[in-house]
């Protein structure tokens, strides 16, 4: 689906950008195994202790992120669209399923209800990552970037850079 095909709605909408020197098939891997996933979700210093994904449309992306103080934070999401190599589709207003969400206080964002649209494109040679995460309401949108999204996504996207980067290396890929 090209980019223009979800334009964002600045009132609703955050989007993320990163122009990375690696495959698109390497980011797509670090998305798509829970090994991978592991080291770059949750933003440094804290980790993600625990990831379960059915890479399917319905299946489950869950992962539990644990703060320096040592308190987990589940997070579990139905993924909605794969196309590999190209897209991913989550949201946490839904359960695996397809189930309407259970709500969990004090986890998944705080409680704010989005959908993310992950692209990534093919450009000279380098992979260019996109996420949009639509918002229900301006109030949702807000308040998740309050919360950090630029600084909390920002660094986990590093971070996934970096994922991608590693797994090139130790395929003998050049870029």
């Given at each position: 689906?090209?980019?223009?095909?979800?334009?964002?709605?600045?009132?609703?909408?955050?989007r993320?950008?990163?122009?990375?020197?690696?495959?698109?098939?390497?980011?797509?891997?670090?998305?798509?195994?829970?090994?991978h996933?592991?080291?770059?979700?949750?933003?440094?210093?804290?980790?993600?202790?625990?990831?379960?994904?059915d890479?399917?449309?319905?299946?489950?992306?869950?992962?539990?992120?644990?703060?320096?103080?040592?308190?987990?934070?589940?997070?579990?999401?139905?993924?909605?669209?794969?196309?590999?190599?190209?897209?991913?589709?989550?949201?946490?207003?839904?359960a695996?399923?397809?189930?309407?969400?259970?709500?969990?206080?004090?986890?998944?964002?705080?409680?704010?209800?989005?959908?993310?649209?992950?692209?990534?494109?093919e450009?000279?040679?380098?992979?260019?990552?996109?996420?949009?995460?639509?918002?229900?309401?301006?109030?949702?949108?807000?308040?998740?970037?309050?919360?950090?999204?630029?600084?909390?996504?920002?660094?986990?996207?590093?971070?996934?850079?970096?994922?991608?980067r590693?797994?090139?290396?130790?395929?003998?890929?050049?870029?």
């Amino acid at each position: 689906m090209a980019r223009d095909a979800n334009p964002a709605d600045d009132r609703l909408d955050l989007r993320l950008d990163r122009t990375i020197a690696v495959p698109r098939r390497l980011i797509w891997k670090a998305w798509t195994e829970p090994a991978h996933i592991k080291k770059w979700w949750a933003p440094a210093p804290w980790t993600t202790v625990e990831c379960r994904i059915d890479p399917r449309p319905g299946g489950i992306f869950r992962t539990v992120m644990r703060s320096p103080e040592g308190q987990d934070f589940p997070h579990e999401t139905c993924l909605i669209e794969l196309v590999e190599n190209e897209r991913i589709v989550f949201t946490n207003a839904l359960a695996p399923g397809y189930r309407p969400a259970a709500d969990l206080p004090g986890s998944d964002c705080a409680g704010i209800p989005f959908t993310a649209i992950v692209t990534l494109t093919e450009r000279a040679g380098k992979a260019h990552y996109s996420v949009l995460v639509l918002h229900k309401d301006e109030a949702g949108r807000k308040r998740h970037e309050e919360i950090g999204f630029h600084e909390g996504w920002g660094t986990c996207a590093d971070q996934l850079i970096e994922v991608a980067r590693q797994l090139g290396e130790g395929s003998g890929c050049s870029f």
